[in-house]
Structure formats: structure tokens, C-alpha cells
């Protein structure tokens, strides 16, 4: 079941942050964008790549797993979107959990469509085709149930899971999430509520289910609310590193196990050469990597 | 300005539909398929851009624009996003306005890719690209005003529009979109209002601006009421036919001058063929728009 292996995975390597693939042209050193052609998309999405699998390469054994952030493949068009493909193949074959971070959202055949490219298979005549194959695709909650059941459905066939979108890291999350219902709960918490809906009767052995949350690292107080409200849910906490979030802010987003979260960070990890000066990007970025991890582990001990 | 282009190309046919490209394999007439090699996505894939080509062919004098609903494109692979990509392209290079339904959300510098990758430029060394280039995008509301503002940047650099999802066409979008926060207001409701303020100050000729809204056609009282809200915004109105809709269900959607929306049909075009049991799915089509457009505007006259 996806879900324990995740857990596994982040118990093996006693870190339970995600390596965040938002990875942009602009984020390479010179020395290594001079081995491609960065005046066209062909050129920008290999070096991409190429700059991905030695990242991988580099933290593999001591992150478990990746989040791709689509969108920054898909404004390379179709070049781009065989990096995020190729990206998200190597890192299962490194061993990797792979998170899509693709925040789709439609309604019934659309969005079974939607989870057949990120989480299963598309019947062809005869035979079936699997478009972008990931572990888990993050979700957006807007249209209820008729866009969530159809992924589960898939999450269920195909040993998947996702992550909804419940309290996003970023500043005007509140503008929407935060608003007040007339029953007293925020938005959001209706949401969590859902959330905790579509997810139940799919837990695995360590108690948390396939209907995963996004939660900002960003919130520690909201977050460590969401945690005993959600006891089934395992979290995916975006906002550490570049966004401000530190080990201290999220610690109470994980359960009394240290379980239940991973966390991701991007630029932190992809630019960890820029804050340290220097051209050595695999390295920058595993110093960087090992004290995140901590940083985050300390804090949990310290709880 | 886009939203002017799209009421004039309305008005110059007489008619707001738009012909929504939800295009399957399972979609196409036998004698269709048997042109083509459904076992691979590249197969499907073409078979589908060569469907909808004929289908922009046998419409385009019609109907003046399209919807492409990117997952079933999603859904096969890299192949499938060339379709799209080509679809695209092709209604534009027949005169159409061309809307990607892509419902695509995040934050910041993630909402400006995705902005970048369907609307406008991606900057490469010394160059730019466009990887998915249309007219309007679908957006998702759910993470605020840091996901939308990088969308109208984009917007008014290029000359191109969005439509928020405000009220979808769906059973569940009561779940979320219609609970009541404590000043009065559905959840939709404040969502329409923010679309109010992110549009304002792009008004075209027409009063219209770039940030227009996706409401169900589907439900005739709300949508109404959201016109009477909404007096600058565009609406973008799915549900007609297959979901249930018809041309009395959405005339209060409408202005007094009679524009203000154009209305998607999808499934009740593409498959016009199997109602009509005929293999000649462009005639069909051609057919079942006519009386689609008959529909809505005696609707619009007998208000």
C-alpha cells in the first residue's frame, strides 16, 4: 500500500522531507547550463533533466522522495513535458516515492481522465497506456466530491494516493481558505473534513489513508490543529526553506510516532549552490539536505 | 483586446456556443477509427486532432469558438499534449477563439508557469517560447489572489483572459461552493467577488473584462444572480446538453444586449453522430449545432 511505503521509506532514512523538482533554467549554475542549448526548449528541458537525475543521485540515500512541480515543465510545451515525465521515471527507478504536484481538478469522466495520466492507465484499443506515471498527484478540492471520488476510485485500482489541497502555504490562502462559515468552521476545516471523508476505509497499517492533505509548513498553528483533527491523514507540508518555514514551526504537524508528514522543499535544495557559493550543486544541495533533516528531526525530539 | 474579439466573433455568427473538444478515441464513429491505429497513444492521438479537424471545418462558419479540455489530451501522454497543442492551433489558424480548459492553480512564480505555458512566453537564453499557446485559460480559485494576479499579469502583457471557476456545473459543487459563511454569502459568492476585483480596470468596449467566470448552466437562478452581481464579468457557461441544460435554463446569463457568455457543448456535439445514427459525424454535428444555437437565442428573445 502506497501510503506505508512512503512511511517506510521516510522510517529507513529518517528524514521525512521531499525533494522539491521545481527545477528552472535560471536555477543552474553556469557551468552547467554551458554544456546545453538554453535558446530553445529542447535544450532547457535536457539540462533539466540532467540536472535532476545528479540531485537524485546525490541525495537518494538519505531523501526518500521527490515532488515534481509540472508547471515548470509545462512552459517548456512538449519538450517540457517529457523532462517531467523522464524526471519522474528516474526517480522511481532510483528508488523514489514520486509526487506529481499537478493540483488537477475537474469533474467525473474529466477528472478520471486526469487520474488515469497521473495515477493509472488509459484503456487503448486492446491494450492501455500509462501518460505520466507517478505514486501520488496533489489534488484542488473546488468542485466536491464528483472531482475527488474518481481519483480514489483510480488510488484504489492502482495502489495510489493524493493529496488535497486544504490550507496552502501562501500568504492569501487566507483570502478564500480562512473565511468563516455560519457553523463556525473555517473553510478549510470543511474541507479537512471532506478530505477525512473521501479518504476513510483506505488506511493502511500504520493508520493514515489514500485522501492525503496539502497543509502550509507555513501555519504552525492551523497545521498542528488540522493534525488532531485528521488523525487519518497523512500530510504533505509545503513552505520550508525559501517560503520561511523552519523545523520548530512544523513539528506539530506530525504525530507522537515523528510520523504522519513529509515535507517538501524546492528552491532551498535546487539553489542551496547560490547560498553557498559555489558551482558544486550536488554538493551544496546535500549539505543543505542533511541539515534540513536536523533541523526537522530535532524538533520533533524536542516536542 | 481578447474579450471584445470574442463578443464581436459572437455577435458577427449570431451565436455564443462553443464547440468543446472533450475528445475520445471512444467518441469516434467506427469507420473513423478504422483509419487509424487505436492501440498506441500516437494513433489515438491523431485520429483525435483529425476528428476535431474536420469537426472546426464542418463548425467554424457556425460557431466562433472552442473549448479544449486538456485531460483527455493529458490522458495520452506526450502524443496526446501534441494534439492538444496542434488542436489548438489549428482552431485558432480557422478563425476561432480558442479557450484551454485547463483549471490549472498554484502560487507566485509556479501560477506565472502555468500562465506562461497556455497564455503566454517562456523566456529561454536571449529568446522566448510559447508552449500551449490560446486565447483564455481556465483557473482554479481555491489558493487566492497569489494564484490569480501572475494570471492577469500575463493577461494584460498578451492580451488574453481567464475565467475563474466560480460555480461549476456539477451535483457537488454544492459542497463546497454553496456553504454559507457567517456575513451571508455563499463560498461562490465571495468567490465572485474576488473575481470582481481581480478583473477590474481590464473592461474592454463591451464593459467586459480579462477575469471572467466559469457558472454552471446548470443552475438558472444562481447564474442569474451572479449576472446581476457580475455586471463585468465574462461568463463561460459548461453544462448545456449532455450534463442537462438547455436554452431557457441559461437566458438570464445573458445582458439585456444579449451578450455576456458564451455556452459550451461538448459530448452533444462530438457525439451528435450516435443520436442521430449516422456515421457522417460532421453533418450530425452541424445539425445539432443549429439547433443549439436556434435554442439559446430564441431563449435570449423571449426574455
Request: hydrophobic fraction near 45%; proline fraction near 4%; glycine fraction near 10%.
Amino acid at each position: 500500500m502506497i501510503v506505508d511505503t512512503l512511511i517506510e521509506a521516510i522510517d529507513a532514512a529518517k528524514n521525512p522531507t521531499a525533494l522539491g523538482l521545481d527545477t528552472r533554467w535560471e536555477y543552474l549554475p553556469a557551468s552547467f547550463q554551458s554544456q546545453f542549448d538554453g535558446t530553445t526548449p529542447q535544450g532547457a528541458a535536457e539540462a533539466i533533466l540532467a540536472y535532476n537525475t545528479q540531485l537524485v543521485a546525490a541525495l537518494r540515500d538519505i531523501i526518500p522522495c521527490v515532488k515534481v512541480q509540472v508547471a515548470y515543465y509545462e512552459m517548456l510545451g512538449l519538450a517540457g513535458m517529457q523532462a517531467f515525465r523522464d524526471t519522474c521515471q528516474m526517480a522511481k527507478a532510483a528508488g523514489m516515492v514520486v509526487i506529481s504536484d499537478v493540483k488537477r481538478n475537474d469533474i467525473g469522466a474529466t477528472s478520471e481522465a486526469y487520474a488515469m495520466a497521473h495515477l493509472g492507465r488509459t484503456p487503448l484499443d486492446g491494450t492501455e497506456f500509462a501518460g505520466f506515471p507517478t505514486d501520488f498527484a496533489t489534488v484542488n478540492p473546488y468542485l466536491g466530491s464528483d472531482g475527488i471520488i474518481p481519483f480514489m476510485k483510480v488510488c484504489q485500482e492502482e495502489d495510489k494516493g493524493i493529496f488535497v489541497l486544504v490550507k496552502t502555504s501562501n500568504p492569501s490562502s487566507s483570502e478564500l481558505q480562512d473565511m468563516v462559515l455560519s457553523d463556525g468552521r473555517t473553510v478549510y476545516e470543511a474541507v479537512a473534513d471532506r478530505v477525512i471523508a473521501w479518504g476513510q476505509g483506505s488506511e493502511g497499517r500504520y493508520g493514515y489513508n489514500r485522501a492525503g492533505a496539502v497543509v502550509g509548513a507555513t501555519h504552525p498553528a492551523q497545521g498542528a490543529a488540522l493534525r488532531q483533527r485528521m488523525p487519518h491523514t497523512f500530510f504533505l507540508l509545503p513552505g520550508y526553506g525559501a517560503q520561511g518555514a523552519s523545523g520548530k514551526d512544523l513539528a506539530g504537524m506530525f504525530d507522537m510516532e515523528g510520523r504522519g508528514a513529509v515535507v517538501n522543499a524546492s528552491r532551498s535544495l535546487l539553489c542551496a549552490w547560490k547560498k553557498q557559493d559555489t558551482q558544486d550543486f550536488a554538493a551544496a544541495a546535500r549539505r543543505e539536505a542533511l541539515r534540513m533533516r536536523d533541523d526537522i528531526m530535532q524538533a520533533l525530539a524536542a516536542r
